[in-house]
């Protein structure tokens, strides 16, 4: 599965940002696919998930802030991000697991396709 990811940019704090996250492949809406980010100087952290059914996981920090949705039929995974603040900044990145038919994960180590990434800061 390749992705690419678009969306991010430069927003004001409190401010609100969607990313897309565009799969390849017929099987796309059959795959989970999470959003992680990362920070210069910090680990990559997760953000939020989405499997097949539509099942949801949410990082910590992120939660009732941000929501993750799927459009199967365009390919396509979005991340809504509201209320941005400082701290949101990092290179966001979307992945897919490869095996089908599974639920969301927050390790990063069950993704397999990976994204280039899309930059977002947030001025404060």
């Not at 059914?53 to 390919?75: C, L, M, P, Q, W």
């Not at 990145?93 to 800061?121: M, N």
């Amino acid at each position: 599965v390749q992705l690419v990811e678009s969306g991010g940019g430069l927003v004001h704090d409190g401010g609100s940002l969607r990313l897309s996250c565009v799969g390849s492949g017929a099987s796309f809406g059959s795959y989970a696919v999470g959003w992680f980010r990362q920070a210069p100087g910090k680990d990559r952290e997760f953000v939020a998930a989405i499997d097949w059914r539509s099942s949801i996981e949410y990082g910590d920090v992120v939660k009732g802030r941000f929501t993750i949705s799927r459009d199967n039929a365009k390919k396509t995974v979005y991340l809504q991000m509201d209320s941005l603040e400082f701290e949101d900044t990092a290179l966001y990145f979307c992945a897919a697991r490869s095996l089908k038919w599974v639920g969301p994960s927050s390790h990063s180590e069950v993704y397999d396709s990976w994204g280039q990434g899309t930059q977002v800061t947030v001025s404060s």
